[in-house]
């Protein structure tokens, strides 16, 4: 199985803030990797495909890079609505597995 | 707007089985997408169960392999997980998800493994 391992696991930060959360994959995967949101008793959201592609309906305020191991998302102008928990994932090999999740909190 | 709508009984009995359905609106099961099922322990992260075609075609995590299958009902528009087995260990909501790339989700089902 490919692993995904997030850093940080939390961080805290304030509103206005530009945030960026890292995912490294245990082998390459080209650009299939995902980024979702999640909040507390809720689905998680799917924000960010292949790497850097927006969801439709997703602020630009999130932006995905990366490519082969190395992936991260940023999240700029940190509003208090984007508290929330953040995982990446894999689908370039079954089974597919997430990140270990990243929890923004307020500073 | 594709929406999904897990269901199902929310207590099993360890040594059971868990049986799930999800079904779909806004899109069709016979479509040309995988469809998911997910799940997350009680204060844990993500777990991939596995996916289902239309054609039957399933892919599983290893992890569960001899416990799972999964199959399509086109008729009702609806795809079904069932988890032969459980023990307390499976105890966690679990979401059903559209692919590509997961980007459609229902809201999710706790089913708790408890005798």
Known sequence: DIQMTQSPSSLSASVGDRVTITCRASQGISTDLAWFQQKPGKAPKSLIYAASRLQSGVPSKFSGSGSGTDFT????????????????????????????????EIK | QVQLQESGPGLVKPSGTLSLTCTVSGDSVSDSNWWNWVRQSPGKGLEWIGEVYHSGSTNYNPSLMGRVSM?????????????????????AVYYCARDPDLEFWGQGILVTVSS
């Open chain 2, 71 to 91: 199959s399509v009902d086109k008729s009702k528009n609806q795809f079904s997980l069932s988890l032969t087995s459980v023990t307390a260990a499976d105890t």
């Open chain 1, 73 to 104: 998302l940023t999240i700029s102008n940190l509003q208090p609505e984007d508290f929330a928990t953040y995982y990446c994932q894999q689908y370039k090999t079954n089974p597919l597995t997430f990140g270990g999740g990243t929890k923004v």
